[in-house]
C-alpha cells in the first residue's frame, strides 16, 4: 500500500493535465516501513524521453535520478516511487512499462481521457510481473 | 573510506542498508569490495557476462561514472559513489490490434518470422498481432499483387481480396502474383493460389465481385485495415467513405506511367481522402493503365510501401503516412512528400457530415460516369467486321487514327490518316464533310473524345468510333495484327 495525500494526487493529476497530449513524470520522495510507504512529496521532471515519442513514453535520466537521491538524502526522505501519465490510454502498465521497471518502487499511472484526468492506479513489480497496490489517500 | 548510496530498489540486496562504507582506490574495488559484501548485488548490477546492466548507471560524486574514467576512475577518501537506476515507461503503441486479441505463436512460426521477431520495433508481441490481424486488399492487379504476396509472407493472419476481374495476358507485365498460365482465370482465385504457397498458415477470403455501395460496409467490416490497390475514382471513394464510417485505416496506393502516389487516410487520425481529393477529375481525363500505360515496377514499389505502412498499423510504433502523400515520379527517381490537412469542412470526417450512408450516395454520379455515358450516348460506333466489310465493298471511307506515335509504332492500322486528338480542330479542313470517317484508338475512348472534339469544332460530316478499339480489329478481322 502507498499512503498519499489527496493534495498530492491532485498535484499528479493537475500535472498530467497539463502535459497532455504527451507524458508526464516525476519522482515520488517519502518513507518506506515494511510493505507500506508514505509519500511525502513529488518532483516533477521534465520528460526526456524526446525523438517525438513523448506522447507515450517517459524518460527519467540518470542525471535526474541522482539529483533526486541526493535530495531524498538531504531531507531523510528516500525515492519510493514514480509516477507518469497514460494520455489516452487506461491506467494500466504497458508491457513497456513492465521492461523498464524496477523492484519495490511503486509506479504510479494517472489514465488521461481527451485532457481530464481519469483513474490514478499504483503498481508494484515483482517476480517480473506488476502487481496492483492500493492507493490510501488521506 | 568510501560512501557508497544504495538506491531502495538495491536495498534488498544490502541487508536494508542505504549507506555503507566501503574500501577502494577505483570505482572497480569499491564495487567489488561490495560484492564481497554483499554478493548478491553482483546480480543486480552485473549481468552474466558481468557487464554492468544497461538500467545501473555508477555516479562519482555528481559525475556519471560514463564521463570520466568508467570503472578506473579514481576515487579519494571521502568520495562518495552512488549507484543510479535509470527510470522509463510509457503507454503501449498506438496499435489497431489490442493485447488481448495477439495470437500465440508456434515453434514452426517462430523460425518462419524469426527476421521479425529480432526487430525490437516488431518481436513477437508484434508478429502475435499480425497474427490475429484481417487485412482486406480492394484490387488484386498491379498495386495488390505485392500487398497480397509480403503481407501473406509476414504472417498477416487473414487477407481478404476482392476483384472482380480475370487475368489478361496484359496484366503479367507487373502483376506478379499471377503467372502465365492463370491467363483467364478469376485474379482472386490466381491470387489465393499464389500466397497459399508463399504461407500456408495465412487464411484467404476471396470476394469475386466488384466492391459495391451495397457491399461495402458489409465486408469491410470484418477487417482491420484495407489497403486500396483500387484502379478507379468510384472505388477509392467507395472504400474512404466505408472506412471513415467504420473507422478503419485505408492505406492507399496509386500509379499512373511513371508516377506513383501513396498515403494512410485514416479520418480518427488525421484526413481522410475527401479531404486531399474533395471530387474526382471529370470522368475520361485521366487515362488509366490501359491507355497511359505504366512501368512494370512502379506498382511492386507503391505496392511495397503500402504493404510497409499495414504493417506499422498492425504492429504499432514508427511515424505512418497519415497526414502525408508520398509522391514517387520513377523516371527521374525522386520521392516527394506533401503535408495533408484535414479538412473541417469534409463532408464525411468534417464537423458538419452530409454523408453518412453508402447506399444513399450516387458514387456514378459523383464520379461523372452516368454524365459520361449520357454523352457518350450520341456518338455512332462501328464494329471491326462492319467496317471491314464496308472497306471491302469498296465504299469510300476516311479512318483516322488519333493514337499517340510511340502506340502507332507498335501496330499501324492500314490506309489510316494519322491526326493527334490536339490537332483534330485545326485540322478538320483535311477530312471529307461528304465522305464517312472513322476514329479509331486502341480501346474506343479517344476515338469517342475525338468525334466529340470535332463535333464541338463544327464539323458537320457523318462520324463514326471504331467500336472497343484497334484491339477488336486484331480480333475479328485480321488475326496477324497483334493485340496490346
Given amino acids: 500500500m502507498i499512503v498519499i495525500e489527496k493534495s498530492l494526487l491532485e498535484k499528479i493529476e493537475a500535472e498530467a493535465e497539463k502535459s497532455y497530449p504527451f507524458e508526464c513524470c516525476g519522482i515520488i520522495f517519502g518513507s518506506i516501513e515494511k510493505n507500506e510507504k508514505l509519500a511525502h512529496s513529488i518532483k516533477s521532471i521534465v520528460n526526456n524521453f524526446g525523438s517525438g515519442e513523448e506522447h507515450h513514453r517517459f524518460l527519467i535520466t540518470a542525471e535526474d535520478m541522482m539529483r533526486g537521491e541526493l535530495y531524498a538524502r538531504q531531507n531523510g526522505l528516500d525515492i519510493i516511487g514514480f509516477y507518469h501519465s497514460h494520455p489516452d490510454h487506461p491506467a494500466i502498465p504497458s508491457d513497456y512499462d513492465r521492461d523498464h521497471a524496477l523492484p519495490v518502487y511503486s509506479y504510479l499511472i494517472t489514465s488521461v481521457k481527451t485532457g481530464r484526468a481519469d483513474i490514478t492506479a499504483s503498481y508494484v513489480l515483482s517476480d517480473n510481473k506488476f502487481t496492483a497496490e492500493e492507493i490510501s489517500a488521506e | ?484
Wanted: with cysteine; proline share 5%.
Fill in chain 2, 1 to 484: 573510506m568510501i560512501k557508497v548510496l544504495i538506491p531502495t530498489t538495491l536495498r534488498s540486496f544490502t541487508d536494508q542498508n542505504s549507506e555503507l562504507q566501503l574500501e577502494g582506490a577505483t570505482v572497480r574495488e569499491v564495487i567489488s569490495a561490495l560484492a564481497d559484501e554483499y554478493p548478491n548485488t553482483k546480480k543486480a548490477i552485473f549481468d552474466e557476462n558481468g557487464v554492468p546492466r544497461p538500467f545501473v548507471n555508477i555516479f562519482v560524486g555528481e559525475n556519471n561514472i560514463k564521463k570520466l574514467n568508467g570503472y578506473d576512475t579514481e576515487l579519494k577518501d571521502g568520495d562518495t559513489v552512488m549507484l543510479i537506476p535509470a527510470i522509463a515507461g510509457g503507454a503501449p503503441e498506438k496499435s489497431l490490434i489490442s493485447e488481448e486479441r495477439a495470437e500465440k505463436l508456434t515453434n514452426d512460426e517462430i523460425m518462419r518470422y524469426s527476421r521479425h521477431l529480432l526487430l525490437k520495433e516488431i518481436g513477437i508481441k508484434g508478429q502475435k498481432k499480425l497474427k490475429a490481424a484481417k487485412v482486406l486488399i480492394v484490387g488484386l492487379g498491379g498495386l495488390g499483387t505485392p500487398l497480397a504476396q509480403y503481407l501473406a509472407a509476414v504472417g498477416v493472419g487473414t487477407l481478404g481480396l476482392i476483384d472482380f476481374d480475370e487475368v489478361d495476358s496484359s496484366n503479367l507485365q507487373r502483376q506478379v502474383i499471377h503467372g502465365t498460365r492463370d491467363v483467364g482465370r478469376p485474379k482472386v482465385a490466381s491470387a489465393k493460389d499464389s500466397i497459399k504457397q508463399i504461407n500456408p498458415l495465412v487464411k484467404v477470403e476471396t470476394y469475386n465481385t466488384m466492391l459495391t455501395a451495397e457491399n461495402a460496409l458489409e465486408i469491410i467490416e470484418q477487417y482491420d485495415v484495407v489497403a486500396d490497390a483500387s484502379d478507379n475514382y468510384k472505388t477509392r471513394y467507395l472504400v474512404n467513405d466505408a472506412c471513415v464510417l467504420l473507422g478503419k485505416p485505408d492505406v492507399f496506393g496509386a500509379m499512373y506511367q511513371f508516377e506513383g502516389q501513396t498515403s494512410v487516410y485514416y479520418a480518427k487520425e488525421g484526413p481522410c481522402y475527401r479531404c486531399m481529393y474533395p471530387a474526382p477529375p471529370p470522368a475520361g481525363l485521366v487515362p488509366s493503365c490501359a491507355e497511359g500505360g505504366v512501368i512494370g515496377v512502379l506498382p511492386g514499389i507503391i505496392g511495397t510501401i503500402q504493404a510497409n505502412e499495414v504493417i506499422k498499423l498492425i504492429v504499432g510504433g514508427g511515424e505512418s503516412l497519415v497526414g502525408r502523400l508520398m509522391v514517387l515520379d520513377a523516371w527521374k527517381m525522386r520521392f516527394h512528400e506533401l503535408k495533408i490537412d484535414k479538412d473541417p469542412d469534409c463532408p464525411i470526417c468534417g464537423k458538419h457530415k452530409t454523408i453518412t450512408e453508402l447506399e444513399e450516395y450516387d458514387y456514378e454520379e459523383f464520379c461523372g460516369i452516368k454524365k459520361q455515358q449520357e454523352e457518350e450516348a450520341p456518338v455512332e460506333s462501328i464494329t471491326a467486321k462492319e467496317l471491314h466489310r464496308r472497306i471491302e465493298a469498296g465504299e469510300e471511307i476516311t479512318i483516322v487514327d488519333v493514337r499517340e506515335p510511340h502506340e502507332r509504332a507498335i501496330v499501324k492500322f492500314p490506309n489510316a490518316k494519322v491526326i493527334p486528338i490536339g490537332q483534330l480542330a485545326r485540322r478538320q479542313n483535311e477530312l471529307n464533310p461528304n465522305i464517312d470517317t472513322v476514329f479509331i484508338c486502341k480501346e474506343g475512348k479517344r476515338s469517342i473524345l475525338a468525334v466529340n472534339t470535332l463535333r464541338e469544332a463544327g464539323y458537320k460530316g457523318q462520324m463514326y468510333n471504331l467500336k472497343d478499339g484497334i484491339n477488336t480489329w486484331a480480333r475479328d478481322v485480321d488475326k496477324t495484327m497483334p493485340q496490346y
